[in-house]
């Protein structure tokens, strides 16, 4: 009972009371009974309200922000389960070019060659295949950095999160090395240099046992994450992730490698990598990673189609997995698309190439063809997005390629010879590009030049936002933005992050943080000595973003991406042209002074 009492046995006498008193005590025990019962129906009212869940959310939701209390305790059985957070559907691509893009305002024309011939004029073409590529974590069938900023997209260069409490930079290895000098015209490279990212892969356990050209060690470990570096000196070195040592004996080519190679998307055990400098024997190599041989090469200074004289390749390629082709923007100011008709037998341990059909693209400029400066050719390194490709080109265009039919879709004016490779990102399931150029010296100026940084509508190339800065440039060592802009994602998602060379001053630099929505600036890092080295985003296990950052000044910086603040800084005793990778806890990048560093973040 609610009064807690304890009841009597013993029974009251009725038959001895009066009529009057009777019925006074009958009505008494109604009261009495009327209040028990009203005092038993506010006690479970009150204890049905102490049990409810806590307070809903308009979306009939339990709000994850009320705290708990002894009066409101944890609910263990939500009466709606939550629905996760939508992810905008994208929107149907379809470019097309608006007045001020359009190709015949900048491009005199284009031409195309498949398997040796040139159509004529009238002549469409059509890909056999269709070439479609996706979102940036559908590039890659392996863990790791498979290209020169991770995939297609060019949206990043590290993979995995850091696990990070101190937030510094902690122990490294170093691995030595060396130089070559160009036979013909005596030109000296050494370490790593511009764009010189390392790849990285975490093979499988299957596909190394394969591996005849790998130590054994590396081969029989239950786990391996392999960095493969081309390097200046002409060889391409194979290391252990987390330790530096060699994981193979380095593969020598004899041929400078500035630019990041291409590691196969599907898993496959190949590299391609082409040479940044040699006028005569400059060419693209395909080399299989089971034996270290070569297994296919092309793109010398003898391919008659090219308009430019010069087979360099900075530009890193990608490969379509659908369809097995291999896409390459050359310095030759050709786009090479071509079918490598592999055949890849895991339980054989074997791997071929054996190319069925080679499409070669080309353009020529108005700018080009009046002035014979603003070159042709690629630098910077394409970006694929469905059945387009994005180039930004030796001549100061921006241009988008339809690969069905190689057909022009729109051209912007980006003013000057660009190093900068672009990124593509999506805003509320519409993509749009960020790009910067360089200056030339003498091609605009022999004094300062504005250097715009851009955002562009990726359907109409039409230019969202721009900001400008006012940089130097030296002969042959331009100002500007020489590095690519790195893609904040997470909790950076609203920046953008860029390296301005010659930047306020002849010799300085400056690091961007910029706004997506507006391009204007979050925070700016200046430092003594400018950077050709592309600024990474890398994120810690709660989600925390940072900028790893290196300079020609010999430091490595690691930087809070959103405050701008440094928090700590590594002398590494060399110029830094390379741009770093990273694969969870570890950085690797090389400088031109002869060392190749990997970098633990703690």
């Known amino acids: 009972m609610p009064s807690g009492k304890k009841r009597s046995n013993r029974q009251p006498d009725y038959s001895r009371a009066p009529q009057s008193t009777g019925r006074a ?70 470019p097309h070019a608006v007045d001020s893009t359009q190709p015949g305002n900048y491009i005199a024309y284009t031409n195309i060659q498949v398997d040796g011939t040139t159509l004529g004029d009238g002549e469409s073409y059509e890909d056999d295949t269709g070439i479609y590529m996706g979102y940036a974590d559908e590039y890659a069938q392996i863990p790791g950095i498979m290209t020169f900023r991770g995939n297609n997209l060019r949206s990043g260069a590290a993979y995995g ?34 764009t010189g990212q390392p790849l990285i892969a975490e093979w499988p356990y299957e596909t190394r046992q394969n591996m005849t050209y790998m130590n054994d060690w590396a081969r029989q470990q239950e786990t391996l994450v392999e960095v493969i570096y081309p390097a200046m000196d002409g060889y391409v070195y194979f290391l252990e992730l987390e330790t530096g040592k060699e994981t193979r004996d380095p593969l020598y080519m004899g041929l400078t490698y500035k630019g990041t190679g291409t590691l196969d998307p599907r898993g496959y055990p190949l ?144 003013l000057d010879d660009s190093n900068c490779t672009p990124v593509l990102d999506f805003e509320d399931g519409h993509p749009y590009l960020y790009i910067s150029t360089s200056y030339h010296l003498g091609w605009r100026s022999w004094t300062t030049a504005e250097i715009p940084v851009w955002k562009i509508d990726a359907e109409t190339g039409e ?22 802009i790195a893609l904040g994602q997470g909790s950076l998602g609203d920046y953008i992050y860029l390296s301005m060379s010659r930047y306020p001053t002849s ?58 603040d440094q928090l700590d800084a590594m002398n590494c005793s060399g110029k830094f042209e390379a741009s770093p990778a990273v694969y969870n806890n570890w950085i690797v990048v090389g400088h031109r002074n002869g060392s190749i560093y990997g970098v633990q973040l703690t």
């Not at 890398?538 to 020609?552: E, F, S």
């Open 161 to 194: 999160t850091a696990n990070m409490t101190q937030k510094q930079l902690g122990n490294y290895w170093t691995h030595s090395t060396g130089s070559l000098m160009d036979p013909n015209d005596g030109a000296y490279w050494s370490g790593n240099g511009w």
């Open 507 to 564: 010799e300085g630099g400056t690091l961007l943080a910029l706004k997506k929505s507006d391009g204007s600036e979050a925070w700016t890092m200046n430092t003594q000595v400018y950077s050709w080295s592309t600024p990474t985003c890398v994120y810690d296990q709660d989600g925390n973003g940072y900028v790893i950052y290196c300079t020609l000044g010999q430091y490595m910086y690691l930087i809070d991406g959103v405050t701008g």
């Open 25 to 94: 005590i009958a009505l008494g025990i109604v009261f009495v009974l009327l209040v028990l019962v009203l005092v038993f129906i506010v006690y479970q009212n009150a204890t049905y309200q102490s049990d409810s869940p806590p307070a809903e959310t308009g979306s009939g939701i339990v709000d994850p922000d009320t705290p708990l209390t002894s009066e409101s305790p944890a609910v263990t059985t939500p009466e709606a389960t939550p629905e996760p957070t939508p992810v905008p559907t994208p929107e149907p691509f379809e």
């Open 271 to 414: 590299l391609y990598i082409g040479s940044g400098y040699n006028t005569q024997r400059g060419h693209v190599s395909v080399i299989s990673l089971i034996d270290g041989s070569v297994l296919y090469e092309f793109g010398s200074s003898s391919d008659s189609f090219a308009l430019r004289t010069w087979p360099m390749w900075d530009a890193s390629p990608l490969i379509d997995a659908d369809t097995d082709k291999l896409i390459w923007a050359g310095e030759n100011g050709v786009l090479y698309i071509i079918t490598l008709g592999t055949e890849y037998d895991e339980e054989a341990g074997t791997i071929s190439v054996n190319p069925t059909r080679t499409v070669k693209w080309r353009y020529e400029s108005y700018r080009h063809q009046s002035t014979g400066q603003y070159w042709l050719g690629f630098e910077a390194s394409p970006i694929v997005w469905q059945g387009y490709i994005f180039l930004a080109d030796n001549g100061g265009h921006f241009m988008c390629l339809n690969l069905d039919t190689l057909e022009l879709v729109w051209v912007q004016d980006i």
């Open 463 to 484: 230019i969202v936002w721009q900001v400008n800065y006012t940089c130097y440039s030296a002969d042959g060592l331009s100002g500007g933005a020489q590095s690519s």
